[in-house]
Nanobody, 126 residues
Framework: QLQFVESGGGLVQPGDSLRLSCVASGFNLGDYPITWFRQAPGKEYEGVSCISKSDDTLYYADSVKGRFTASRDNAKNTAYLQMDSLKPDDTAVYHC???????????????????WGKGTLVTVSS
Protein backbone atom coordinates (compact mmCIF):
# COMPACT_ATOMS: atom_id res chain seq x y z
CA GLN A 1 0.00 0.00 0.00
CA LEU A 2 1.38 3.37 -1.03
CA GLN A 3 1.01 5.91 1.74
CA PHE A 4 2.64 8.48 3.99
CA VAL A 5 2.55 8.49 7.78
CA GLU A 6 2.91 12.01 9.14
CA SER A 7 3.89 12.80 12.74
CA GLY A 8 5.37 15.45 14.98
CA GLY A 9 2.46 17.82 15.34
CA GLY A 10 1.23 19.24 18.62
CA LEU A 11 0.10 22.26 20.58
CA VAL A 12 2.73 24.99 20.78
CA GLN A 13 2.91 28.68 21.58
CA PRO A 14 3.61 31.44 19.04
CA GLY A 15 7.34 31.63 18.35
CA ASP A 16 7.95 27.95 19.12
CA SER A 17 9.35 25.34 16.75
CA LEU A 18 8.26 21.89 15.61
CA ARG A 19 9.74 19.30 13.27
CA LEU A 20 7.29 17.22 11.31
CA SER A 21 8.16 13.86 9.81
CA CYS A 22 6.61 12.04 6.90
CA VAL A 23 7.53 8.38 6.40
CA ALA A 24 6.85 6.85 2.99
CA SER A 25 5.50 3.33 2.82
CA GLY A 26 5.39 1.10 -0.23
CA PHE A 27 7.69 3.16 -2.45
CA ASN A 28 11.07 4.91 -2.51
CA LEU A 29 10.65 8.50 -1.43
CA GLY A 30 13.87 9.48 -3.18
CA ASP A 31 12.35 8.69 -6.58
CA TYR A 32 9.85 11.55 -6.37
CA PRO A 33 9.47 15.25 -5.67
CA ILE A 34 7.61 15.76 -2.41
CA THR A 35 5.06 18.38 -1.43
CA TRP A 36 4.18 19.38 2.11
CA PHE A 37 0.72 20.91 2.26
CA ARG A 38 -1.71 21.96 4.96
CA GLN A 39 -5.38 22.53 5.59
CA ALA A 40 -6.46 25.06 8.16
CA PRO A 41 -9.95 24.79 9.70
CA GLY A 42 -12.56 25.82 7.14
CA LYS A 43 -9.98 26.57 4.45
CA GLU A 44 -8.71 25.05 1.23
CA TYR A 45 -5.57 22.97 0.97
CA GLU A 46 -2.45 25.13 0.73
CA GLY A 47 0.90 24.11 -0.68
CA VAL A 48 3.65 24.77 1.87
CA SER A 49 6.86 23.42 0.34
CA CYS A 50 8.25 21.27 -2.41
CA ILE A 51 11.52 19.34 -2.65
CA SER A 52 12.36 18.56 -6.24
CA LYS A 53 13.53 15.08 -7.16
CA SER A 54 16.43 15.98 -9.39
CA ASP A 55 18.53 18.31 -7.25
CA ASP A 56 16.59 18.83 -4.03
CA THR A 57 15.68 22.36 -5.06
CA LEU A 58 13.33 23.80 -2.44
CA TYR A 59 10.24 25.91 -3.00
CA TYR A 60 8.12 27.57 -0.31
CA ALA A 61 4.86 29.39 0.04
CA ASP A 62 5.40 33.09 0.73
CA SER A 63 3.63 32.69 4.08
CA VAL A 64 6.32 30.32 5.42
CA LYS A 65 9.44 31.46 3.56
CA GLY A 66 12.30 32.09 5.97
CA ARG A 67 10.59 30.18 8.78
CA PHE A 68 10.09 26.65 7.43
CA THR A 69 12.74 24.31 6.03
CA ALA A 70 11.94 21.14 4.14
CA SER A 71 14.40 18.28 3.83
CA ARG A 72 14.52 14.57 3.28
CA ASP A 73 16.56 11.52 4.23
CA ASN A 74 16.17 9.01 1.42
CA ALA A 75 17.95 6.32 3.42
CA LYS A 76 15.18 6.59 6.02
CA ASN A 77 12.47 7.05 3.39
CA THR A 78 11.43 10.14 5.34
CA ALA A 79 10.72 13.77 4.58
CA TYR A 80 10.90 16.50 7.22
CA LEU A 81 9.47 19.96 7.74
CA GLN A 82 11.28 22.10 10.30
CA MET A 83 8.94 24.87 11.38
CA ASP A 84 10.35 27.81 13.33
CA SER A 85 8.81 31.04 14.58
CA LEU A 86 5.37 29.49 14.42
CA LYS A 87 2.35 31.76 14.20
CA PRO A 88 -1.33 31.16 14.98
CA ASP A 89 -2.00 31.27 11.20
CA ASP A 90 0.15 28.13 10.87
CA THR A 91 -2.52 26.13 12.72
CA ALA A 92 -3.55 23.34 10.35
CA VAL A 93 -3.34 19.64 9.57
CA TYR A 94 -0.08 19.06 7.69
CA HIS A 95 0.32 16.38 5.03
CA CYS A 96 2.83 15.02 2.53
CA UNK A 97 2.19 14.11 -1.07
CA UNK A 98 4.13 12.80 -4.03
CA UNK A 99 4.65 15.32 -6.77
CA UNK A 100 5.00 19.07 -6.99
CA UNK A 101 3.21 21.79 -8.88
CA UNK A 102 5.23 24.99 -9.02
CA UNK A 103 3.76 28.26 -10.31
CA UNK A 104 6.05 31.31 -10.33
CA UNK A 105 8.29 29.58 -7.78
CA UNK A 106 5.43 28.84 -5.39
CA UNK A 107 4.15 25.33 -4.56
CA UNK A 108 0.51 24.93 -5.54
CA UNK A 109 -2.04 22.15 -5.12
CA UNK A 110 -3.13 21.67 -8.74
CA UNK A 111 -2.84 17.99 -9.62
CA UNK A 112 -1.62 17.01 -6.14
CA UNK A 113 -3.35 14.02 -4.61
CA UNK A 114 -4.40 14.88 -1.07
CA UNK A 115 -5.17 11.47 0.44
CA TRP A 116 -1.69 9.99 0.92
CA GLY A 117 -2.00 10.03 4.70
CA LYS A 118 -4.01 11.26 7.67
CA GLY A 119 -1.75 14.21 8.39
CA THR A 120 -0.54 15.64 11.67
CA LEU A 121 -2.26 18.48 13.52
CA VAL A 122 -0.29 21.59 14.43
CA THR A 123 -1.98 24.05 16.76
CA VAL A 124 -0.28 27.36 17.53
CA SER A 125 -1.97 29.19 20.37
CA SER A 126 -1.11 31.18 23.44
Amino acid sequence: QLQFVESGGGLVQPGDSLRLSCVASGFNLGDYPITWFRQAPGKEYEGVSCISKSDDTLYYADSVKGRFTASRDNAKNTAYLQMDSLKPDDTAVYHCAVGCTIVNGIPKMGGIQTDWGKGTLVTVSS
